[in-house]
Structures are given as structure tokens and as C-alpha cells.
């Protein structure tokens, strides 16, 4: 104070005097938090020693101080009073320059304080109205810029909202629009199934005349074929008896079997000669009126004079073999169980668990045909050699033949005791066979409608038969493991076959009737030598059951219908195995075609696929 009144302080320099007051005085400000004990620590810390407890006890003491230390800390605040009316006088001398009238001042006010001549009223504090005024100043300016961001916030909000009530129109309007579209479909879909209702009994007539007219369609090309064929035979037949009597004319003395076959064609057989066709046929037991008689064994497989028949498979010779061109979807509404082609059109017969029988064209794959009458779910199939019947086998342990020109059942065999796995057509179509669960192969005549004979001789269920074609041996496959060759006329087994470990599930003679194939529940294939009785080769294409075997007319390859959804095709002569993949599921049949152009396969998954 004494340097402040003795000397004038420099310009730039300004001194104010603030009474201060600080309330509670603290070490630091750090806050401190209290550390609770834990009962389960105290007791965890009984096995303890005596130093130890002692400790633990010290601890928990600080503990409890610095916990009630820190209830009656407060936190010291720094309070600013206003200045009084002398300190006010200073900082207004000051600030104007006015020292020497300050020293005046100060000089006078101290001894006036001394003298106990100045009031407690003459030393209150000043209302610093500048100060007050420059933080209203302060103060509203923050206003007016609040108030600005308030009024740019609201013009946004009000274009946002202008936006958002024009779009609400917008959309409010296209919503009408869309309501009376809607509204005017549905009244036009109203009054269109009401239009198009009067129809329906039109085009269901319309369908039903479709599919009589595609019946008569199949049916009149296949008496067409039949009389083709009836006079090409006819006009071979009076070929040959023109060049037989020529002979006979230019040699009158020579009498042969030719001339004993032109001699009965005329009424005059002589004795002894053979020309009666009973003389060339073995005879059958006859033991009901009606029976057919057997025909010699000397029938030669006319299929194998075709030029497909001689070298390699086309699946061999075209690039990339054969491949899924065409698929049947949803065929059935089950499972197929078996595939059958016509023998002269490109027709095909699928049958399927759903107890329905269809006939399919192909190429295209429309259905043209559908049967039932069975019980049970169907399990196999085959055409008659004239192509004009059908014979198809069930669960319902009975066998049926179906009439295409009659459209209709027209016989039924019932003397299996279990269901009835296949069938098979004598190439003269006057017999067939059919394999069961009981374990037995009938052979059935047409011409007296009976079972004619009944094979005995597997132990287990017999899963498929086959008749070779033009001959009357016939092959049979069984879950005893074995397959079998029997003479039909006999009904004796000629020849057996072991080598398969698990039941087997087909078994198929190649057109030559020199090798059968046959397959068992374990993805194996064996090839068998009929003449050697012996076996060729053993194809492991498991573990996935082979569910059947078909020779293509080359015999140069088998199709195997596998369980994994694959058709695996062997070539016998290069001993390789190739898969065509495409069914969801389990194959369980396949056919190639006579012409080998295409191969057929039925799955699980209720499709029809064709390979070529």
C-alpha cells in the first residue's frame, strides 16, 4: 500500500482490490469412495494367523475414518464479492489516469477511516452497473443468435412440412387411383369367371373328345402296323409257296421236307414227312381245353439283323455319350416303379405306387393313355409282342392284362399269396410269367386264361423274371442271392448262378441270350456266361443299391438304375463306368430303346427322364 501511494503505477497496469473468502479449507479434492467389508472374506480369513487378524482388523478401522472423513469433506467454493465504494473510486481513477487526484484521495480516505468519521452506509458496496449492463449485453446478443438458429430450425421445419404434406397429397391421390383400379380388376375378374364358367363343360367335354380321339389315333395306327404286317406276312407266304411249286414242277420225283410242307398246305402231307407244326413243337401238358401249345425252341431274336444291333452303342460313338434332353415332371403322384417302350411305336408305359398305369408319347412325353383297376400300389409292367395289350403287376397280389382297342381290364391272375414283383411276355405272346414275394414264377396261358405251370425252387422272394426273346428259357433273380435259368415248358431249373453276397433285384438277358446281367442290394453287377455257366466280370458300383440292369440291342452296354439318383452306364468292353446324373432321387427302373437312340429311366422323385 505504501508503493501504491508514494509512486504513480504504470500506465498499462490496473489494481483491484476483492475481498475473498474461502469457507472450509481441504487438502485435496480427490473423492473418496467407501470400501465396504465383506462378511464371507471375514470368515473365509478364520484359519488365519494372529498378524494377519490383526491387520485385517487395522484395515477395517482406516477403513470406517476415512469413510466419516469423507462424509464431512465439502467441496471449497471461491465466492467473488462486489466491490465497495472506495475500491469502486480506485478502479474509476485509475481507468480515467487521474493519479494525482487518486493519491488526494487515498490520503483523505485514510485518515477519514482512522478517525472513525466514515459509516458502515459510506463503505457499502457499489452496484457495478456497468458490468451488469455488459453482461445484459452479453446476454442478449447469445439471445439473438439462439433466436436466429430458432428461426432457421422453424423455416426448415416448415418447408419440411410443406414437403412432406404436398407428397402426402401426392401419394393420398395415387392411393385413390390404385383403389379404383383395383376395385375396376375386380369387378372385370367377376365378370370374366362368371363368363368363362358357362365354358367349363365345354372344354371338359372338349378334353374328354381329346383324349378318345388320341386313343383311336394310337389304336388305329396300331391296327395299321398290324395289317402292314399281316400283308407283308401274307405276301411272303405266296412268295414262298410260288417258288416252292415252281421247284416241285421242274422235280416231280423228289419229295423233302419242302415239298412235305407244300403238300400239307395243300391237303396232301404225306405220312411221315415233317411239315405238321406239332411235329416242331414240344407238347405241353394239356390238361384243361384251350391250352396253347409251346413252340419249338428254334426261334431266332429277328432284332439282332437291325444295323443298331452289330458294333459299338451310339452311347459309345457320340461325343459326350448320352445326356438328359427331355424330363416328365410330376408324372405320377407317387413313385415310379417301373418303365416299359413299345415294341414297334415310340410309345411309353410307366407304372407307380399312386395305382395308376399311364402311357406317354415320346419324344414330347404327353400322356395319351391312363388305367387303374389295381388295389395296391403297381410294381411292373410289360407290353404284348403285338403291342396292343398290356400286363401289369401289383401289391394286391394279382396280375392284370389291359385291352388298348377295348380300353379296359379284360383278364386277371390271382393265385400269388404275396405281392407281385414283375412280368414277362413269350415272344408269341400266348404265355406269361410273373414273379412274387412267396417265392414262386408262374407261367400263365392266355388261350386258356389258367396257370399252366408254377416254378419252384428259390427260397426267398423272387424279384424279377424275363422270358429271352424267341425262346422259351426264361431268367428269374431272388433275394436268396442266386438267379436262375429255366425251361419253361419243363418248369425245371436248367441252370444256377452264385456269386452275389446280398439279395439281388434283377436280373437281364442281352439280345443274344449269351450273358445276363443281374444286380443285388449292394451296388454290385455281375455279368454271367450263359453257354459257361461261369461268371464274366463283377462291377462294385455301391454301396447304393442297383435297383435294375438293361442291355442296350449292341449288348455292349448296361444301364443300372442306382439308389443314389444316378443311371450308371457300363461299357463291357472297355470295362468303364460313366453316370448320368439328373433324377432327385432313387431310379428305380430303366429302358433302352430298340432303335438305341434314347434311354428311358422312372425315379423316386415321381419324373420320367429321357437320356439320348
Not at 414242277?249 to 411221315?272: E, M
Not at 416242331?280 to 384243361?288: C, I, L, S, T
Not at 437281364?508 to 459257361?532: H, Q
Not at 453316370?579 to 419324373?607: I, K, N, P, Q, R
Request: glycine letters at 8%; hydrophobic letters at 35%.
Amino acid at each position: 500500500m505504501a508503493d501504491l501511494l508514494g509512486s504513480e503505477p504504470d500506465e498499462q497496469e490496473l489494481y483491484t482490490l476483492d475481498q475473498v473468502s474461502i469457507d472450509e479449507d481441504s487438502e485435496d479434492e480427490f473423492d473418496y469412495g467407501e470400501v465396504p467389508v465383506l462378511e464371507q472374506e471375514l470368515e473365509a480369513s478364520g484359519d488365519e494367523d494372529l498378524d494377519t487378524a490383526v491387520r485385517t482388523l487395522r484395515e477395517a478401522t482406516e477403513d470406517i475414518q476415512l469413510g466419516t472423513r469423507k462424509a464431512s469433506l465439502v467441496t471449497s467454493s471461491v465466492t467473488t464479492r462486489p466491490e465497495v465504494v472506495d475500491d469502486f473510486l480506485r478502479n474509476f481513477l485509475v481507468r480515467m489516469g487521474m493519479w494525482r487526484t487518486l493519491n488526494s484521495f487515498q490520503t483523505e480516505w485514510y485518515e477519514l477511516q482512522q478517525k472513525g468519521l466514515l459509516s458502515a452506509q459510506d463503505v457499502s458496496i457499489v452496484p457495478d452497473i456497468y458490468a451488469k449492463n455488459q453482461k445484459l449485453d452479453n446476454e442478449v446478443k447469445v439471445l439473438r443468435i439462439e433466436l436466429q438458429k430458432f428461426k432457421d430450425a422453424a423455416g426448415k421445419a416448415r418447408n419440411t412440412y410443406i414437403r412432406l404434406r404436398k407428397e402426402r397429397d401426392y401419394h393420398r391421390m395415387h392411393h385413390r387411383r390404385v383403389v379404383q383400379e383395383k376395385s375396376k380388376l375386380v369387378d372385370d375378374i367377376r365378370r370374366l369367371k362368371l363368363h368363362y364358367s358357362g365354358f367349363e363343360p365345354a372344354l371338359a367335354s372338349l378334353q374328354h373328345k381329346y383324349e378318345v380321339a388320341m386313343k383311336e389315333k394310337m389304336l388305329s395306327r396300331l391296327e395299321r402296323d398290324r395289317a402292314v404286317g399281316q400283308a407283308t406276312g401274307l405276301a411272303q407266304t405266296l412268295q414262298t409257296i410260288q417258288s416252292v411249286r415252281e421247284e416241285a414242277d421242274s422235280s416231280p420225283g423228289v419229295t423233302g421236307p419242302t415239298q412235305g410242307r407244300l403238300a400239307a398246305l395243300r391237303g396232301q402231307r404225306p405220312v411221315g414227312l415233317l411239315g405238321d407244326p406239332e411235329d416242331v413243337a414240344v407238347k405241353g401238358p394239356r390238361v384243361a381245353s384251350g391250352d396253347s401249345v409251346w413252340p419249338g425252341d428254334l426261334g431266332v431274336n429277328p432284332l439282332l439283323g437291325r444295323p443298331n444291333a452289330k458294333g459299338p452303342a451310339r452311347h459309345l460313338t457320340r461325343s459326350g455319350g448320352f445326356r438328359l434332353t427331355h424330363t416328365v415332371q410330376d408324372a405320377h403322384a407317387l413313385s415310379v416303379s417301373a418303365v416299359a417302350l413299345h415294341p414297334d411305336r415310340p410309345l411309353l408305359v410307366t407304372v407307380s405306387d399312386d395305382r395308376k398305369w399311364k402311357m406317354w408319347s415320346l419324344p414330347d412325353g404327353d400322356c395319351v393313355m391312363t388305367g387303374e383297376g389295381h388295389s395296391d400300389w403297381l410294381s411292373g409292367c410289360d407290353f404284348h409282342p403285338d403291342g396292343r395289350r398290356l400286363a401289369t403287376t401289383s401289391g394286391d397280389r394279382t396280375t392284370k392284362v389291359w385291352d388298348f382297342q377295348q380300353g379296359r381290364c379284360v383278364a386277371t391272375f390271382a393265385e400269388h399269396q404275396q405281392p407281385v414283383w414283375g412280368v414277362s411276355w413269350h415272344s408269341n405272346g400266348l404265355f406269361m410269367a410273373t414273379c412274387s414275394m412267396d417265392s414262386t414264377v408262374k407261367i400263365w396261358d392266355l388261350g386258356s386264361s389258367r396257370c399252366r405251370s408254377t416254378l419252384r425252387g428259390h427260397a426267398d422272394s423272387v424279384n424279377s423274371v424275363e422270358f429271352l426273346s424267341h425262346s422259351n428259357a426264361l431268367i428269374t433273380s431272388s433275394a436268396d442271392k442266386t438267379v436262375s435259368l429255366w425251361d419253361a415248358r419243363t418248369g425245371r431249373p436248367s441252370q444256377t448262378f452264385y456269386g452275389h453276397q446280398h439279395a439281388i433285384n434283377h436280373a437281364a438277358f442281352n439280345a443274344r441270350g449269351d450273358t445276363v446281367a443281374s444286380c443285388d442290394a449292394f451296388g454290385v453287377m455281375r455279368l454271367w456266361d450263359v453257354r459257361k455257366v461261369a461268371p464274366i466280370i463283377a462291377v462294385d458300383a455301391g454301396p447304393h443299391p442297383i435297383n435294375a440292369v438293361a442291355f442296350d440291342l449292341s449288348s455292349t452296354v448296361v444301364a443300372m438304375a442306382s439308389n443314389d439318383g444316378s443311371v450308371k452306364m457300363y461299357d463291357v468292353s472297355g470295362a468303364k463306368t460313366d453316370s448320368l446324373l439328373g433324377h432327385e432321387e432313387a431310379v428305380t427302373s430303366v429302358a433302352f430303346d430298340m432303335g438305341g437312340e434314347f434311354l428311358v429311366s422312372g425315379g423316386s422323385d415321381t419324373t420320367i427322364r429321357i437320356w439320348s
